[in-house]
């Protein structure tokens, strides 16, 4: 299987570095990026406080 990644302009990435980093975004993500490798690619959604859906 071959594994093909497009850049869709309407989409950002981001970088998180730092010893906080994981559970920082483990805790603002619908992705367990606990288990996430460097380099490995997930689609998530950004959540807020309480839980409600801000952006996919």
């Known amino acids: ?3 093909r990644i ?3 302009t309407s989409r950002a990435l981001i970088r998180v ?3 906080d980093a994981r559970p ?3 805790n603002l993500l619908t992705q367990d990026v606990e288990t996430i490798s460097e ?3 997930r689609f998530g ?3 807020s ?3 409600k859906l801000l952006f996919d």
Request: aromatic share 4%.
């Open 1 to 3: 299987m071959t594994t």
């Open 6 to 8: 497009a850049r869709l």
């Open 17 to 19: 570095s730092g010893p």
């Open 24 to 26: 920082f975004l483990h």
């Open 39 to 41: 380099g490995e690619l």
């Open 45 to 47: 959604a950004l959540l």
């Open 49 to 51: 406080p309480p839980g």
